[in-house]
């Protein structure tokens, strides 16, 4: 068993020689007697033992060896956690990995080496901001030795048993591979997808059919015409004279009838919405999001204002003033 840590680093820079033979000992005793071994012989000695004692419990993330190495000394300075490193390297020869090497703090507020080390810099550097992030506050000081390697200082380095935990999760997370850029990740879905999605909800109408409606008095519901434009889009294309000027970003405020910026004809579930925007596109997830609310009501033009004017149905082309309704939620409460 290699001798403990504290006593190594509290040794005297090399041990006793050996006594002197007596001249009636054999020259053959004198040549297999041991050598002399130094501190740092033995320092090295227990570097590689902490070194393969990680390397047996170290686990696989996506082709790299990853683990974590606590040194058994609270003494342990940055150069010894270097010959760690430098042993971890020899252990797993030329396998990818990234481990963590840590000397114990004996209290919170102590400051003690931390560092990462790999065959691919790039993890090495994702592992050193990850831990950043692990350790709010605690990291002082960061810098790096050499290419693989990360060096920091942490406070209170192993106090509690989060930190080997956190360690690890480092550690794991930094050797994932990464993604092909163009691949897109699970469950994600394009815009073209959301749009089809939210079409597949909804009972689109024309221009000429949101006219109707807008005129029909037989209907047993109240309807109401939404522009969600920009106030600029509405001054450069025109506008729908009687429709609510309500932009996108305060949509579901203000007709939410749960919500007490909502606008005082949104005080029923069953309310007709139909949104409108320039060409029918956002207006389509508008209304979706509506649906969302429980406005099961509400449906989009097909074609935007673009389409109604095409349709030859009124429009009002002069410019529009600001809306109150286009002040932001955050601007307003």
């Keep these: 068993m290699p001798a403990p840590l504290q006593v190594i680093e509290d040794a005297s820079a090399e041990e006793p020689a050996s006594q002197p033979t007596s001249p009636s000992r054999s020259t053959h005793a004198s040549i297999n007697q041991s050598p002399t071994r130094t501190l740092d012989d033995v320092r090295l000695q227990v570097a590689e033992s902490l070194a393969f004692r990680a390397f047996r419990k170290a686990e696989t993330v996506d082709g790299t060896k990853v683990g974590v190495v606590t040194t058994l000394s609270h003494h342990s300075d940055e150069r010894f956690l270097k010959l760690v490193a430098s042993a971890v390297k020899r252990t797993v020869l030329t396998s990818s990995h990234l481990f963590a090497v840590a000397a114990p703090s004996t209290v919170p507020e102590e400051v003690r080496p931390l560092l990462f080390c790999g065959s691919d810099d790039v993890a090495v550097q994702r592992a050193g901001l990850l831990i950043a992030s692990k ?142 925007c320039q060409e029918g596109y956002t207006s389509s997830l508008a209304a979706a999001s509506l649906h969302d609310l429980g406005m099961l009501n509400a449906t989009d033009i097909i074609g935007g204002f673009s389409a109604w004017k095409e349709a030859g149905l009124p429009a009002d082309v002069v410019p529009v003033p600001p809306s109150r309704s286009s002040v932001s939620p955050s601007d307003e409460y």
């Excluded at 997370?173 to 993604?179: D, E, P, Q």
């Excluded at 909800?201 to 029909?216: C, M, S, V």
């Excluded at 969600?228 to 294309?237: E, F, G, N, W």
């Excluded at 506008?239 to 405020?253: C, D, M």
């Design 135 to 276: 350790f709010l506050g605690r990291v002082t000081t960061t810098h790096s030795v050499e290419s693989g390697i990360w060096i920091g200082t942490a406070r209170g380095l192993g106090v509690t048993s989060f930190d080997d935990a956190a360690l690890w999760d480092v550690v794991r997370k930094a050797s994932r591979a990464l993604m092909d850029p163009l691949t897109p990740p699970p469950g994600s879905r394009s815009i073209s997808q959301l749009l089809s999605d939210a079409r597949a909800r909804l009972e689109r109408i024309t221009p000429r059919q949101a006219y109707d409606e807008a005129h029909d008095s037989t209907n047993p519901w109240p309807v109401v015409l939404v522009d969600i434009r920009p106030d600029a889009q509405r001054r450069a294309s025109g506008s729908i004279a009687g429709s609510l000027f309500i932009e996108r970003n305060v949509l579901e405020w203000r007709f939410d009838p749960r919500c007490a910026h909502r606008l005082a004809v949104a005080n029923r579930y069953d309310l007709r919405i139909i949104v409108f």
